[in-house]
């Protein structure tokens, strides 16, 4: 199972950027997805999160100008981020719980991060 999430880079504050990450491999089903984000000393945090019936959940922070979907036949999570500002620059990580075709187990997928820059 591999996740591939793209859609960052440079934006001025109070741009806009969308973030996808798509899952792919021998999926039976996804569970609950998410997006996290890392800045350089800080510890990696969760920003978003979408359950398997699209309940969401928000940061504090992020509440009002962040959104979470998914498209469950595309295997796909989405952020759009709206009004961003310079605090918001982090590397952005996907996350997903994965059930494996065969297995029974749930267990959690990483994407490789997106950079998010956003410039004052």
């Known amino acids: 199972v591999q996740l591939q999430a793209s859609g960052g880079g440079l934006v001025q504050a109070g741009g806009s950027l969308r973030l996808s990450c798509s899952a792919s491999?021998?999926?039976?089903?996804?569970?609950?997805m998410g997006w996290y984000r890392q800045s350089p000393g800080n510890p990696r945090e969760l920003v978003a999160s979408?359950?398997?019936?699209?309940?969401?959940r928000y940061e504090d922070s992020v509440k009002g100008r962040f959104a979470i979907s998914r498209d469950d036949n595309k295997k796909t999570v989405y952020l759009q981020m709206n009004s961003l500002k310079p605090e918001d620059t982090a590397v952005y990580y996907c996350?997903?719980?994965?059930?494996?075709?065969?297995?029974?187990?749930?267990?959690?997928?990483w994407g490789q991060g997106t950079l998010v820059t956003v410039s004052s």
């Open positions: 996350n997903a719980d994965v059930r494996i075709s065969g297995l029974k187990k749930w267990y959690p997928y």
């Open positions: 979408i359950s398997s019936t699209a309940s969401t």
């Open positions: 491999g021998t999926i039976f089903s996804i569970a609950g």
